[in-house]
Nanobody
Framework: QVQLVESGGGLVQAGGSARLSCAAS????????IHWYRQAPGEQRDFVAE???????SYADSVKGRFAISRDNVKNTVYLQMNSLKPEDTAVYYC?????????WGQGTQVTVSS
């Protein structure tokens, strides 16, 4: 199994920045990729960004050029740097680990962007 803990959310003004962390533990050698998703109230959970075990990245169109996903293999942590935040980025952000045995989710961290 893989355990994930997100942190770094909070209240941010529009135009500001925040960095989310996703710390992984457990059978991390089975992880093929880490995804970030977000879910706004009353909305479905949407893909935000991905980083594969090989280091390749991809982003949702809505965050391209503003968000950056990266990882620290020593700390077993994946980061989501969020810049130029907009009120519509307000959501609970979740990280997810994709393994051959299935996917695992963290508990989520709230990001609120005030206008």
């Amino acid at each position: 199994q893989v355990q994930l803990v997100e942190s770094g959310g909070g209240l941010v003004q529009a135009g500001g920045s925040a960095r989310l962390s996703c710390a992984a533990s457990g059978r991390i050698f089975n992880i093929d990729a880490i995804h970030w998703y977000r879910q706004a109230p009353g909305e479905q959970r949407d893909f935000v960004a991905e980083i594969s075990s090989g280091g390749s990245t991809s982003y949702a169109d809505s965050v391209k050029g503003r968000f950056a996903i990266s990882r620290d293999n020593v700390k077993n942590t994946v980061y989501l740097q969020m810049n130029s935040l907009k009120p519509e980025d307000t959501a609970v952000y979740y990280c997810s680990a994709i393994t051959t045995g299935g996917s695992y989710w963290g508990q989520g961290t709230q990001v609120t962007v005030s206008s």
